[in-house]
């Protein structure tokens, strides 16, 4: 019963936009802590985003904070990731991620565990 997906990648000029969206069971939806993972190839899968349950506290890495913006959909159980001024160091394939810790949008892959499959999204100069 368990399912995460994620749309919404996609190729993409420096300074444009995406939107990434996730669909998770309504099981999962209402009672997980979500976030969103990115890994470059070479690299460790590292935080993008978190959000809580309640939506209330939300975190991002430094490198995407004022351009990037986590939100929750009660209605279709949906967690987007709106993506404004991409840079081609933003170049990666993007997880969306579930954590038990429902009071708080953590930070480190450890307190997930529940993952999509991945979308790619690709920054050209």
């Known amino acids: 019963q368990v399912r995460l997906v994620e749309s919404g990648g996609g190729l993409v000029q420096a300074g444009g936009s995406l939107r990434l969206s996730c669909a998770a069971s309504?099981?999962?939806?209402?009672?997980?802590?979500m976030g969103w993972f990115r890994q470059a190839p070479g690299k460790e899968r590292e935080i993008v985003a978190a959000?809580?349950?309640?939506?209330?506290?939300?975190n991002y890495a430094d490198s995407v904070k004022g351009r990037f913006a986590i939100s929750r959909d009660s209605g279709t159980s949906t967690v987007h990731l709106q993506m404004y001024n991409l840079k081609p160091e933003d170049t990666a394939v993007y997880y969306c991620?579930?954590?038990?810790?429902?009071?708080?949008?953590?930070?480190?892959?450890?307190?997930?565990?529940?993952w999509g499959q991945g979308t790619q999204v690709t920054v050209s100069s």
């Open positions: 991620a579930a954590s038990t810790f429902t009071g708080v949008a953590a930070t480190s892959r450890k307190f997930y565990t529940h």
């Open positions: 309504e099981r999962i939806f209402d009672s997980y802590a």
């Open positions: 959000i809580s349950w309640s939506g209330d506290s939300t």
